[in-house]
């Protein structure tokens, strides 16, 4: 019996303060819940007035209200899922990125690869309220895999926009070096670059 190929988890989700995060949508989720619920009972008894209804007798407020209190519900229950389910692991050659839903691809079979970084500009906010650049930048390699079966993003950072650590960049790129597509080659160079010193072009 051949031993199992041991899974490596990468760190691009979050890395602490989950727990903390959960806690605070949920207790959103509780007041926009009651808060939307009242809303839309407002809206229905307008509407009722407006049709010349009797608004004591008419379903349609409760019918709002919970329309309205169960989008809410849903719209939280998603960003938490998203909020658990965040990551990503490599296995052998096998790359899966986890969000709402899950993706595999095959590194050995991928058609191209590529490793390019993407720039988030940071905001603050100024004395009278309002949003502006802080002028700092945060650059982000997003890796890119494309098979025959679909194609996985997975960007280099965790929620806490920490770069993955150097292990597992080694890891990614000895995976992309069973790859016979363009890109795979230039993209574990990139890695293996950005492992050995994190001060490059990338970040």
């Known amino acids: 019996m051949q031993p199992s190929t041991p899974r490596i988890p990468l760190s691009v989700g979050y890395r602490s303060g989950r727990t ?34 009797n608004t ?7 019918l709002v209200a919970l329309l309205s209190a169960g989008l809410v519900m849903l719209l939280i229950g998603l960003l938490v ?11 052998g050659t096998r790359l899966t990125v986890v969000r709402l839903g899950s993706k595999t691809v095959d590194l050995r079979a991928a058609r191209s690869v590529s490793l390019q970084a993407s720039a988030v500009a940071h905001t603050g906010v100024s004395s009278d309220g309002s949003v502006v650049a802080t002028g700092a930048v945060t ?37 992309l070096d069973t790859a016979r597509c363009p890109g ?9 670059a950005m492992a050995a010193d994190p001060r490059t072009m990338l970040l």
């Open 139 to 175: 650059r982000t390699p997003v890796l890119t895999v494309s098979t025959d079966t679909g194609t996985v993003k997975l960007g280099l950072r965790s929620k806490e926009s920490l770069l993955i650590p150097p292990p597992e960049m080694y890891a990614l790129a000895a995976a």
């Open 56 to 62: 004591s007798g008419s379903a349609v407020p409760a």
């Open 184 to 192: 795979a080659a230039e993209a574990a160079g990139w890695l293996r």
């Open 81 to 91: 899922t998203s909020v658990v389910r965040a990551g990503a692991w490599l296995e």
């Open 20 to 53: 903390g995060r959960i806690i605070s949508l949920l207790v959103l989720g509780a007041i926009l819940t009651v808060g939307c619920g009242c809303v839309g009972a407002f809206i229905g008894t307008g509407l009722n007035a407006a049709a010349g209804k």
